[in-house]
């Protein structure tokens, strides 16, 4: 079974404040995910990669960025957060995009006072 | 551009009967792969079905849905819903060669006694 592993869990901090969230797989995968999860909106991809040092934009990267340090390692930088970036945060990894399952972390719940 | 639409937000049903959400894609690509992922609450989102063969029923955990690909669309299906069916559905596209998964914004299905 594929794993995906996401810390921290739940994390609040304040309007300007500097949040890093993690994740690892161990499933050798090439692709790598960062979703943010809103009522309303459903999963919004932020950004991706397909391998280490390498980086996408996704479709709501505004207020942040990422970097990929390994194969396994996929981070989530919040440098100025703001309210807006209240929300629950997935982090996915899968061999392809196309045909392989994407599989999910157990999401990192971010508030942002 | 692609894009996936549900138009439930939110699904309310009895244990027992029948359930559908609807899905439905746009795509340039003649050859899509649809996907429902299921959460469930305080679990990670995980796969429930995918397809990409057109007029084939797939079927997964008691859940079906056809592609069709004349109408575009990606219904899933349930004869009898069970209380355990109570999750957030996101139906899901991609297409060879696609960067990433593109979700609609998610079907809450509430099944009570």
């Known amino acids: 079974e594929a794993a995906v592993t996401q810390s921290p869990r739940n994390k609040v901090t304040v309007t300007g404040g500097n949040v890093t969230l993690s994740c690892r797989q161990t499933n050798s995968h090439n692709y790598m995910y960062w979703y943010r999860q809103d009522t309303g909106h459903g999963l919004r991809l932020i950004h991706y990669?397909?391998?280490?040092?390498?980086?996408q934009i996704g479709d709501v990267p505004d207020g942040y960025k990422a970097t990929r340090t390994t194969q396994e390692d996929f981070f989530l930088l919040l440098e100025l957060a703001s309210p807006s970036q209240t929300s629950l945060y997935f982090c996915?990894?899968?061999?392809?995009?196309?045909?392989?399952?994407?599989?999910f972390g157990a999401g990192t719940r971010l508030s942002v006072l | 551009g692609d894009s996936v639409t549900q138009t439930e937000g939110l699904v309310t049903l009895t244990e027992g009967l029948p359930v559908m959400l609807n899905c439905t894609y746009q795509t340039i690509y003649s050859n899509p792969f649809l996907f429902w992922y299921v959460h469930y609450l305080n679990e990670s989102p995980r796969l429930l079905l995918k397809s990409s063969t057109d007029n084939k029923r797939t079927e997964h955990q008691g859940f079906h849905a056809t592609l069709h690909k004349s109408s575009s669309s990606f219904h899933l299906q349930k004869s009898s819903a069970q209380l355990s069916d109570s999750a957030l559905y996101y139906c899901?596209?991609?297409?060879?060669?696609?960067?990433?998964?593109?979700f609609g914004t998610g079907t809450t299905v509430s099944v009570s006694p």
């Open positions: 899901a596209l991609s297409y060879q060669g696609g960067r990433a998964l593109i």
């Open positions: 990669s397909y391998g280490a040092g390498n980086l």
């Open positions: 996915a990894s899968s061999g392809t995009p196309s045909q392989n399952t994407l599989y």
